[in-house]
């Protein structure tokens, strides 16, 4: 798995994501797709916003009461035969695991995509354990082959071209020369290599999109059919997840359905959602006879009730990110973290916390759009605003001049005479072309685009005239 | 896993003490309750017809149980047919149809599979079905999916198929409840829909009764 050096951080990664052309060209492609498959699910359907007030709702009612609803989670998945592990760190949740996978005498561990496993870095930690971990999700197994993290929480292999993909199947399967150039062949070799291990593995790891609290159930949402060949054929199944996905019932959970596929692939609802209660029952004919859910907290308890609250809403549909201009430019990687994009920027910095994490708020231009598509309206842009302030990124000269600007701004004649000032001497230094071509102290500026100059006054000269 | 009470406590602490904090802050907005639908059943069948197709499966209206054999003759010779193990299924008149190829196990060659749906949700084309009635294998295994689903077993919406189990104890609730809204499918490579991702590639609803 590449990860970052400690060096990386969002501005140096960017510039690397910027000039990559297989880069450009794979979210070029993606892009779009998104945002148009997720505009016509919504036309679609009679009145979205009153979904997403009502997803908003079911979101606040959890967490209002996230104790309770775990514990009561806790008890209906003993009572279907089936144990509840709580991990307060990543390092609890890769122990928990790996003793599961020891209990079981594991040797294969099939896995559908899961982002909290991504978060605590599980497979790294039972492939050193000695057990062999396959990726089913084709997503997943594509960056699994390229030793990459995912790029994207619901399309992970989002960054690679046909043909990077392509170019990674005739490294790692031996199946001598053959056509990969249309899609259906790339699919169908995955599904050939895939469907051997499913019927192979000894534990299957899944994450959860939802957790019932009423019965004890966890919920998948899937359109591949991976998930539920790695959580039925072995005899072990385990689910991977965090603390604040717990809805307290099932007509809860069916609201969350009906805002979560719209906004994350644009499908009114994917091909497979599925519930889990327990451990196969005596008359079942196949299922896991045994049914693990292991419980991450990593720093949610401490977001809960604060100014941070509301980013626990999340239900991970990606829409924040597929529609954010900073994340359609750069990807996901720039982000290092599992979680790119506005809700990553967000949650990174309170998650993980590193230093470098401390830069991701400013990758926004606060244009609102992540706010906008949100299915449960979390004020993403705001969110971000805070933990800006909580971190000044600026550089000294840059906040010296934040702060002789707020003290201008502040006194409306000096300011009127300064901007008219300024606006006629950049006028002279034009020369009457209407633009500067370099400037000092402005050169980040002027090296990519020229500075254009007004050539009628300030803006409130200007304002004023059109008044009068 | 012996610090396991400990780190349930801890959590537990700091989730009670960070919602006691802030409560009397919140104001906690309450979903809107759902009411019970009265749609026609004819209305239903049209509503689930159109959602299931746009969900890229076939739809087809038989009279009765008995014509489910004949139908998959018809479309499906090829691959061998694995049958759920359900009652109704039983008396369909299987040996009648000489091309047919019967098998029990769907976990080795490709094959197809044939289901009765337990419930249906008109909203979005979805067939409901549980461990209770089908093993999960027969479901995603199979290369073509048959599934019977009567008229009067579809709902308006998930909240109906809920209510099918309203009121069970966890323990006898189904292991697992399947929601098939179409084939299987993957858009992960350059975003573009290609279907038979893993499970099915094709999902065939046969629609029973007058």
Known sequence: MTTASTQDNFITSSDVALHDPNLRSA????QKGFVNKRADAIAAVGDFEAMRDTAQAIRKKALSRLDVYLQEFEANVEAAGGHVHWAETPEDMRRIVKAICADNQAQYVTKGKSMVSEEVGLNAAL?????????TDLGEYIIQLAQEAPSHIVAPALHKTRQQIIDLFKIHHDFGERDLGEIKAIVDEAREVIRERFLKADVGITGANMLIAESGTAVIVTNEGNGDLTSSLPKTHIITASIEKVVPTWNDASKILRVLARSATGQAITAYTTFFTGAKRAADLDGPENFHVVLLDNGRSEMLGGEFHEMLQCIRCAACMNHCPVYQSVGGH????????PMGAVLTPLLRGEERDNLLPNASSLCGRCDSVCPVRIPLSGLLRKLRDKHPANTRLGGLAVTLFSWLACRPVLYRMVSNAGTHCLRIAAFGKGKIRRLPLLSSWTRFKDLPVSDGGSFQQQWQQRRS | MSEQP?????????????????????????PESTAPSTVAQATLTKTFTVAALAGGASVTEIASLNEVASFIAAKESALPLSIAPQAELASVPWAAESSLQLQQ?????????????????AETGTVAISTHSCPSGLLFLTERLFVVLSKADIKADYEGIWTLRAGQQSAERPRTLHLISGPSRTADVEQTIQIGAHGPRQLDILLLGG
């Open chain 1, 27 to 30: 979210l070029g492609k993606a």
């Open chain 2, 105 to 121: 196990d769907y976990k080795g060659n490709n094959c197809s599979g044939v289901v009765i749906a337990e419930s249906a949700a």
């Open chain 2, 6 to 30: 400990t780190a349930r406590a801890a959590i537990l602490k700091r989730i009670k003490h960070a919602l006691q904090s802030s409560a009397g802050e919140q104001e906690i907005p309450q």
């Open chain 1, 127 to 135: 492939e050193e354990a000695g057990l062999t971990v396959f990726e």
């Open chain 1, 334 to 341: 720039a982000y290092n973290s599992t979680y790119p994009g």
